[in-house]
């Protein structure tokens, strides 16, 4: 939209670079040209502004297949208007030479014009064919049609027009018939999902089998190891025992034999004693045997006094003195 402003009853007109003005005063073109900027008279001038830069134009339709399947076209067009003085001559693109606000609605008529050009290629090419087939190669095949159907039709030349380029973005089907198109994918999908997990499964089982397996074999030889050390211990106290009893056989008969050695020892010590013994009182005998019988009641006494208890004194009557010496044959201590 051009910027116009307002002096002592003239107006200026500023416009963007992608904007073509066309001024007509009085019936002649004196501008003609895109960024203009110029000063005229409202009463006497006529203004057209013609955007020249590329437009995108979305736009979405039914169309119906082969199989009477309903299906939406998404799609986008981009154009240009090449020609600005055949679209101004074409279509309304005056402008209000207060405002600047164009008094008609071009815009609307050329997104018309593409809109119901594109749409009628489209349902041609989908309507000879079935919805699987425009799921999975509609795009490419739509696109191509739009395109050349497009570039064939000879009104857009003769406005002015260009198409730049043409891009469709999804062919879909009603929401109900699209879960019905997805259902066989998805139950696959789902198959494949249970398949591994079963798979899954019957490897954990074969996995836990193999591991029960390891520990059973695991206790066997513990339990054949453990045979073996109780066999092995029995050996040894079997072997033990025997030792032991040979030992205290061998004890045994060293101490009987050391027994009967001292045995033998003592008796015949003994013997020796006895015949010292013997020979000592033999001879004691034959010792007090030739002494005279005074001589023996002498030793008597002094063996008895050699056991009798410690005396300090001894107080002897004379009678006992005189009777002791009349029998040691000696005279009176008074004589």
Do not use: C
Request: no cysteine; hydrophobic share 45%.
């Amino acid at each position: 939209m051009a910027d116009i402003t307002r002096r002592f009853g003239w107006r200026h007109l500023r416009s963007a670079p992608t904007a073509h003005i066309r001024h007509h005063k009085r019936g002649k073109l004196t501008h003609d040209g895109a960024g203009l900027s110029f000063w005229y008279r409202s009463l006497s001038a006529a203004l057209s502004e013609v955007p020249v830069n590329d437009r995108e134009l979305a736009m979405a339709f039914h169309a119906r297949t082969s199989d009477f399947q309903d299906v939406t076209v998404q799609a986008t067009v981009t154009y240009r208007i090449s020609d600005p003085a055949e679209a101004a001559a074409r279509l309304d693109f005056s402008v209000d030479p207060d405002t600047g606000a164009w008094r008609g609605a071009p815009l609307e008529q050329i997104a018309t014009l593409l809109t119901e050009t594109a749409q009628q290629h489209t349902l041609d090419v989908l309507a000879r064919t079935p919805l699987a087939g425009a799921l999975v190669d509609g795009v490419a095949a739509v696109r191509e049609r739009v395109a050349a159907g497009l570039a064939a039709e000879p009104r857009l030349p003769a406005t002015g027009i260009d198409v730049v380029a043409v891009r469709v973005v999804a062919i879909r089907p009603e929401a109900e018939v699209e879960r019905a198109l997805r259902t066989p994918a998805r139950e696959q999908i789902q198959q494949e999902a249970d398949r591994a997990t079963y798979e899954r499964r019957a490897v954990a089982v074969e996995r836990e089998r193999t591991i029960a397996e390891n520990e059973l074999a695991s206790q066997i030889e513990l339990a054949r190891r453990e045979e073996q050390l109780v066999e092995q211990r029995g050996t040894n106290a079997r072997r033990e025992a025997e030792e032991g009893a040979a030992a205290d056989g061998v004890r045994a008969e060293a101490e009987a034999a050391r027994t009967v050695r001292l045995a033998g020892a003592e008796a015949e010590a003994a013997r020796q004693v006895g015949a010292a013994r013997a020979e000592a009182q033999a001879a004691w005998l034959r010792a007090h045997g030739e002494v005279e019988a005074a001589t023996l009641h002498a030793l008597a006494a002094a063996r008895l006094a050699e056991n009798l208890p410690h005396i300090d004194s001894l107080t002897l009557s004379p009678d006992v003195l005189t009777g002791l010496l009349s029998k040691l044959g000696r005279p009176e201590a008074g004589a």
